[in-house]
């Protein structure tokens, strides 16, 4: 800290001792100081300006040194500015307990003008690094408040999307992106034949066995690909592409992550078969606009995908035999040069007026 930047509180009830240490410290260069009477005048003065340093006698008639020193350090706000004391030169008690009480120097008197440069330019370098080192713990307080707070929001948001999304979206301050809009976006919905018969003559036990070895299949697949989940409905998922974060041709990642659930879910439906479980997975997939956002109440908040499409991708799947992954034509016309696939023919589903061509998806071309 420069000389001319510090401010300095000379507080002595003698009037010599204050205009000879006054003096003293203009001569080094301190321009900004204030002087005080007696203590009391000095606890006045400090709660109206910002001291960097205080030179305070401790023989003073009513509050005296020591209880001005006392009540500083008492307070929160006083309690960091450095005092050096002002004491006889052979009183050493006096400076024994003026450091006791939390004194950064003492200085005896008379004055001596090169010891008196020395405690004041040290007193105020301990200040200064002190200051800096709780700059330094306010902003790493701060920072750590914030990555908290970061945590907690990358822990809700993965519920919904793959660790990479959540942590983009956190990143950048992306909450925005969660609310209520309108995008196209690809949705994949798949469920388990023979679900329904399976869970009426099992253990509940044994199908919660069952739908913890799927969801830890399926899991891992749809963040890979960087889907949304948007829920669990039992052995149903549902899943969209495209958002919060735009892709760059969400079908073809919707139709890598169809086959590779294809390909994992084989080896667990022949172990499932060998405990007597005759269970296989349907997909259905669809493209088209949603409404997408957060729905819900304070508490339990939901981000889901709401539109036609999604009925398009349930009616697919609904029709899906075990192992194939079906589309419409509209939307097989947008990956066709990609994958490999056999027509199905026209099928009728509920809520649509016409029949609609199907195609089920049976690989990616190489």
């Not at 450091?99 to 008196?116: C, M, R, S, Y």
Request: glycine letters at 8%.
């Amino acid at each position: 800290m420069k000389a001319a930047e510090a401010a300095l509180l000379v507080v002595d009830d003698n009037d010599d001792n204050r205009y000879t240490l006054t003096r003293r410290l203009k001569r080094e260069g301190y321009e900004n100081i204030s002087t005080a009477n007696d203590g009391r005048q000095a606890l006045e003065q400090l709660q109206l300006k910002k001291f960097d340093l205080v030179m305070l006698d401790v023989m003073m008639p009513e509050l005296n040194g020591y209880e001005v020193l006392e009540r500083m350090k008492a307070d929160p706000v006083l309690r960091d500015i450095p005092v050096i004391m002002i004491t006889a030169v052979e009183d050493q008690e006096s400076v024994v307990r003026c450091i006791k009480l939390g004194a950064e120097d003492h200085l005896p008197k008379p004055f001596d003008a090169t010891l008196l440069a020395a405690r004041v330019s040290a007193s105020l370098e301990k200040k200064r690094l002190r200051d800096e080192l709780h700059e330094l713990n306010r902003t790493l307080e701060a920072r750590v408040r914030e990555q908290l707070s970061q945590i907690d929001r990358l822990g809700l948001l993965k519920r919904f999307f793959s660790p990479q999304i959540a942590k983009s979206i956190v990143e950048t301050g992306g909450e925005e992106m969660l609310k209520t809009h309108r995008r196209e976006v690809v949705v994949v919905f798949l469920d388990m034949r023979g679900f329904t018969a399976f869970t009426d003559k099992v253990e509940p036990e044994e199908v919660m066995e069952v739908l913890s070895e799927y969801h830890n299949a399926m899991g891992p697949l749809i963040f890979a690909e960087g889907g949304t989940l948007d829920r669990f409905t039992g052995d149903g998922m549902m899943i969209y592409f495209n958002d919060p974060i735009k892709m760059e041709f969400p079908m073809a990642n919707a139709v890598r992550m169809s086959l590779a659930m294809q390909r994992d879910f084989a080896p667990l439906r022949a172990a499932w078969q060998k405990r007597g479980f005759e269970l296989d997975l349907g997909i259905g997939i669809a493209q088209g606009y949603a409404t997408l956002g957060a729905i819900g109440f304070e508490g339990r908040w939901d981000y889901t995908c709401i539109g036609s499409v999604t009925n398009h991708a349930a009616r697919l799947c609904g029709e899906a035999k075990g192992g194939q992954i079906l589309t419409n034509h509209k939307t097989f016309v947008r990956i066709e040069s990609q994958v490999r696939a056999e027509p199905l023919g026209e099928m009728s589903f509920k809520g649509v007026a016409e029949p609609v061509p199907v195609v089920n998806i049976t690989g990616m071309m190489t």
